[in-house]
């Protein structure tokens, strides 16, 4: 049975509708009704405006006269038939608040607005990608506007859309917030990374770091089990465990965990090292060498990666959407691409499945802990808490200075029954781990453990008949490598060509402000400008891309660039001569 269509009616002081047996506007004055309900909102800066069933659009030009600039306005309608109805009766006047903003956006077609046609579509994808096209650094916050009943006909889409966007908006945000503080940073590891990358392979026995290079030779591979050990709690009775079956695994450690397992006379494999400030120095503090190869990302502190005694072998995080990687990679200069992460185990997990087609045994990963121990036995942190510790400030008293939002979960327990605790960062990295891995087979996560992380879990006693019937190594693992990458030349015209860059854009960046740039030349200084657009992801009000370039916003990118030129420099004298 085919749905009735909406029924026009005339009403005292104007015209309503009749919807599936639905009276959407007042009876008397609906106009003016719908324009007080406009009058009575508060409209504030920096917001996105979900405007539910515009219908007649009654009340619209009343919003839309105190609506910030800053702001902006999407009329969205659920129902097919009231989408059609509501752009065969939007006004014309709605043209000249185009510099306002305001975009109509009903179910089933495109952009109205802007558009000829009307295409299918779900409104769950569009939306969010036309926010994205609007600028989502332009919004803070949003907000539901209803002035009609369309609104109930369905208001758990209006509000689950809403919901929706309030999440894009606040994850946008958080990931800004981590750029703001960290892609200048990041950005100088990379230049200096790929300096150190050129340096001269060295013999062992001087004890010297020996760089290999990931896009020449890949990551190593071993047909052994990868147990891959993380810093959480859970270590510690794993350790006794580990060394029983040193020679049937292939030990995969995080930068956290090395000193642990080196205390207890275990020496790994593989290091995985992640963090790029000089804090990750903390975790090697007791060992004058790391013993082992490092898989490292191309963004890690540069001074972690001198105390490498055996291969360095990189990937690369692509931190923000960045043509500066896009060039390495023309260069051939670009390590391996890995997705971002977050945590240092789940990068570990990542490489351990690419360096074996054999199981992978997860101990210490944990993203959960017991109070008073944030860390296992040994580990850095923990022995720093230990040593702020006195008869008036026990261990479990650190608790609330070593981690923010900290909750019992009812997901873990420790030997006693005891429920585990855990943050908002940590459980995010549990949530991030099961969605990425929860589809692989072949993966075992040692009990006892911290959060569940959604992979068959096995004891010590069940895996260990699998472990004694696999094959001992007879000779210690080690992956091919090379003197060095053996072609600073190539890292080298990189890095100059890059710094040639930025000093035109400097360049070009004063003509503008000189007012001696033609159209064209502005118009290339643009184009230049994103080609690095790590001169300003980090700015906070930007997005993907500038919208404007202003005088004010031109000298902040000629500040940005006059840095970068001097950390390129740096990195070339790291080079060694020829």
Same mark, same amino acid.
């Given at each position: ?106 179910? &089933? ?5 802007? @558009? ?18 609007? &600028? ?13 009943? &369309? ?33 200048? !940073? ?109 898989? #490292? ?26 043509? !500066? ?53 040994? #580990? ?34 420790? @030997? ?109 200084? @643009? ?34 660039? &006059? ?16």
């Amino acid at each position: 049975m085919q749905e009735q269509a909406p029924l026009l009616t005339e009403v005292s002081g104007g015209t309503s509708i009749v919807f599936k047996n639905k009276e959407l506007y007042s009876r008397s004055s609906p106009r003016t009704r719908a324009e007080e309900r406009a009058a009575a909102f508060e409209l504030e800066t920096h917001t996105l405006y979900i405007l539910a069933s515009p219908l007649l659009w009654y009340g619209i030009f009343e919003l839309l006269k105190k609506l910030p600039s800053s702001s902006h306005i999407i009329a969205v309608e659920q129902e097919p038939q009231l989408a059609a109805l509501s752009i065969s009766h939007q006004p014309l006047e709605l043209s000249r608040f185009e510099q306002l903003d305001i975009s109509f956006f009903p179910e &089933g077609s495109t952009d109205a607005g802007n @558009s000829d046609t009307d295409r299918p579509g779900d409104i769950f994808k569009s939306i969010p990608a036309l926010v994205e096209k609007l &600028g989502i650094e332009r919004f803070r916050r949003v907000r539901l506007l209803t002035l009609n009943g &369309g609104y109930r006909l369905n208001s758990r889409r209006y509000k689950e859309l809403v919901q929706l966007l309030e999440e894009e908006i606040q994850q946008f945000w958080h990931n800004k917030y981590t750029i703001m503080h960290m892609l200048p !940073l990041w950005i100088k590891n990379v230049f200096h990374n790929l300096a150190q990358c050129t340096f001269p392979a060295v013999s062992h026995e001087t004890k010297r770091p020996h760089l290999a290079s990931c896009p020449r030779f890949g990551l190593p591979s071993t047909s052994l089990p990868v147990l891959i050990a993380g810093a959480g709690p859970s270590l510690d009775a794993h350790i006794d465990f580990i060394r029983c079956y040193r020679d049937t695994i292939f030990l995969l450690t995080v930068d956290t965990a090395y000193s642990v397992l080196l205390q207890h006379g275990i020496k790994p494999d593989m290091v995985v090292v992640q963090e790029s400030q000089f804090y990750n120095l903390y975790d090697f503090i007791f060992q004058p060498r790391i013993e082992a190869d490092i898989l #490292a990302d191309i963004s890690s502190y540069p001074q972690v990666l001198r105390l490498g005694a055996g291969d360095i072998y990189f990937y690369a995080t692509e931190f923000v959407r960045t043509q !500066l990687f896009s060039r390495l990679q023309e260069a051939e200069l670009l390590p391996p691409r890995i997705p971002p992460l977050g945590s240092v185990g789940t990068t570990a997990v990542h490489a351990a499945l690419s360096i074996t087609d054999s199981t992978v045994i997860l101990a210490g990963i944990d993203f959960a802990f017991p109070s008073g121990q944030t860390h296992a036995r040994g #580990a850095p942190r923990h022995q720093l808490n230990l040593q702020h510790c006195h008869r008036f400030l026990g261990i479990e008293d650190m608790l609330a200075r070593t981690t923010k939002g900290v909750t019992p979960t009812p997901d873990a327990a420790d @030997s006693m029954g005891i429920p585990l605790c855990t943050t908002p960062s940590l459980r995010r990295y549990a949530d991030n781990f099961a969605r990425v891995f929860t589809s692989l087979d072949r993966m075992l996560l040692l009990k006892p453990r911290g959060l569940p992380l959604g992979i068959p879990e096995l004891t010590e006693a069940e895996l260990a008949p699998y472990l004694s019937s696999a094959e001992k190594r007879v000779t210690p693992h080690k992956a091919p490598s090379m003197a060095g990458m053996g072609d600073s030349e190539a890292v080298k015209g990189f890095l100059q060509r890059e710094r040639e860059l930025l000093r035109l854009i400097y360049s070009q960046g004063l003509a503008f402000l000189e007012g001696r740039l033609s159209e064209a030349e502005f118009t290339k200084l @643009s184009l230049d400008i994103h080609r690095c657009e790590y001169l300003f992801l980090h700015f906070p009000e930007t997005g993907a891309t500038l919208r404007t370039l202003d005088p004010p916003l031109i000298k902040r990118v000629l500040v940005s660039t &006059g840095h970068y030129i001097r950390v390129i420099e740096e990195a070339l004298k790291l080079i060694p001569r020829s």
